[in-house]
């Protein structure tokens, strides 16, 4: 079974820095691109980074400097740094596919930027 667990998440003052994790299991993903996405309450899901399977990387604007996206392919593992963190930046974080998203979708792991 094809599973995506992501971890990492928690409360953090404006400012802090928290690192996500998504472990995949079932198959190997070294060879797809990879994308973390958010969702903050009453609103749609959106994509925050993605790299692909050589590693390049591209961020949404609103996170570009502050957030950094990397794989462990040997762990099958995929990484979101968190810096400099903002209360709009609140939301739950997913990982999945890039571009489609076509694994079954994890239950995320909730971030939340709150002095």
């Known amino acids: 079974q094809v599973q995506l667990v992501e971890s990492g998440g928690g409360l953090v003052q404006p400012g802090g820095s928290l690192r996500l994790s998504c472990a995949a299991s079932?198959?190997?993903?070294?060879?797809?691109?990879m994308g973390w996405y958010r969702q903050a309450p009453g609103t749609q899901r959106e994509l925050v980074a993605y790299?692909?399977?050589?590693?390049?990387?591209s961020y949404v604007d609103s996170v570009k400097g502050r957030f950094t996206i990397s794989r462990d392919h040997a762990k099958n593992t995929v990484y979101l740094q968190m810096n400099s963190l903002k209360p709009e930046d609140t939301a739950v974080y997913f990982c999945?596919?890039?571009?489609?998203?076509?694994?079954?979708w994890g239950q995320g792991t909730q971030v939340t930027v709150s002095s």
């Open positions: 790299i692909t399977s050589g590693g390049w990387t």
């Open positions: 999945n596919e890039f571009p489609n998203g076509g694994i079954a």
């Open positions: 079932g198959r190997d993903f070294s060879t797809n691109d």
